[in-house]
């Protein structure tokens, strides 16, 4: 009776630890509206969890709130889409290694009246330009974003000094890419956006592309491990298990077949010299 007893609460023990284990099984990765958004995560991460028993907690925030989540230590893994600020993350000691593992683009996004008559151009600094000299109504995420950075950098330029310029034609909103986009449809604005949450939209309106295929549209994403040096908490084998996954053949093949309508959202370059 005795040798039974202790041979069921070792069991217990064994099982309870078995389950403790497993719940740590988990990181969380701060990421990007527009990886939440375009339903990239939702097809990748089932992939990993399947493959590795690993659970991916995704924080989705602009890139500059997703760079803040992790400089406190509260994410394992950042993938976001930013190159000077995820440099600027790494200088500081926050990061570890930098990895590119994808692109996509941006495209300009106006209704289908076109009150500042740009559809059909390839040149993104020629079109915001049409746009500011006819105070067409413009959105912007104005939320500290990638696609934020972008917008102003594309705005830059254009020559164009937003601060001296900016009246009620442009709108922050501080808002996700999903929410802006929704501002813009009700508004009948022209925005910047990236493509793949764009596909993912429903809620378009009067709205389509209007300006597409400039090479400063090109959008690069990174993924970093947050430095377990500066942040003790962070869990630097399963996140690394996680960044070595995006990058590997397999992860690579994940993210080249998710499709919107069975258009390639997303495109693979890890260990191409990627941006």
Same mark, same amino acid.
Request: charged content about 20%; hydrophobic content about 45%; proline content about 3%.
């Given at each position: 009776? #005795?040798?039974?007893r202790?041979?069921?609460?070792?069991?217990?023990?064994?099982? !309870?630890g078995?389950?403790a *284990?497993?719940? /740590? $099984?988990?990181i969380? #990765?701060a990421s990007?509206?527009?990886?939440?958004?375009?339903?990239?995560f939702?097809?990748?991460?089932?992939i990993?969890e399947?493959?590795t028993?690993?659970?991916?907690? !995704?924080?989705?925030?602009?890139?500059g709130?997703?760079l803040?989540?992790?400089?406190?230590g509260?994410?394992? @893994? !950042?993938f976001v889409h930013a190159?000077a600020?995820e /440099?600027k993350f790494l200088?500081?000691?926050?990061?570890v290694k %930098?990895?590119p593992?994808?692109?996509?683009?941006? @495209?300009l996004?106006?209704?289908?009246?076109d009150?500042?008559?740009?559809a059909?151009?390839?040149?993104?600094?020629?079109a915001?330009?049409?746009?500011q #000299?006819r105070?067409?109504?413009?959105?912007?995420r104005?939320?500290r974003s990638?696609?934020h950075?972008?917008?102003?950098?594309? *705005?830059?330029?254009?020559?164009?000094?937003l601060?001296?310029?900016?009246g009620? *034609?442009?709108?922050?909103?501080?808002q996700?890419?999903g929410p802006?986009?929704?501002?813009a449809?009700?508004?009948n604005?022209?925005?910047?956006a990236d493509?793949?949450?764009w596909?993912?939209?429903?809620? %378009?309106?009067d709205?389509?592309?209007?300006?597409?295929?400039d $090479? $400063?549209l090109?959008?690069?994403?990174? @993924?970093?491990?947050v430095n377990?040096?500066?942040?003790?908490?962070v869990k630097?084998?399963?996140?690394?298990?996680?960044i070595?996954?995006?990058?590997?053949?397999e992860?690579q093949?994940?993210?080249?077949d998710?499709?919107i309508?069975?258009?390639? @959202?997303?495109?693979?370059n890890a260990?191409q010299?990627?941006?």
């Amino acid at each position: 009776m #005795v040798v039974a007893r202790r041979m069921f609460l070792s069991l217990l023990i064994f099982a !309870v630890g078995l389950s403790a *284990w497993a719940q /740590e $099984r988990f990181i969380t #990765v701060a990421s990007t509206t527009s990886t939440e958004q375009s339903g990239l995560f939702g097809y990748v991460l089932p992939i990993f969890e399947k493959k590795t028993g690993i659970q991916v907690r !995704v924080v989705a925030l602009g890139t500059g709130q997703a760079l803040d989540l992790a400089r406190r230590g509260d994410a394992d @893994v !950042v993938f976001v889409h930013a190159k000077a600020a995820e /440099e600027k993350f790494l200088s500081e000691g926050h990061g570890v290694k %930098r990895y590119p593992v994808m692109y996509n683009d941006f @495209v300009l996004i106006g209704p289908k009246s076109d009150p500042a008559k740009i559809a059909g151009g390839n040149n993104v600094a020629w079109a915001l330009r049409k746009i500011q #000299v006819r105070e067409a109504t413009f959105v912007s995420r104005g939320d500290r974003s990638g696609t934020h950075m972008a917008e102003l950098d594309l *705005w830059k330029a254009s020559g164009i000094d937003l601060d001296k310029v900016r009246g009620a *034609w442009y709108r922050d909103t501080g808002q996700g890419m999903g929410p802006a986009l929704n501002t813009a449809a009700s508004m009948n604005a022209y925005i910047l956006a990236d493509r793949g949450t764009w596909l993912a939209f429903k809620n %378009r309106g009067d709205l389509a592309i209007l300006v597409e295929g400039d $090479r $400063r549209l090109y959008n690069q994403y990174g @993924v970093m491990l947050v430095n377990p040096d500066k942040h003790p908490s962070v869990k630097k084998d399963l996140g690394q298990a996680f960044i070595d996954w995006l990058t590997s053949p397999e992860g690579q093949k994940a993210i080249a077949d998710y499709k919107i309508g069975g258009e390639q @959202v997303f495109f693979p370059n890890a260990g191409q010299g990627g941006g």
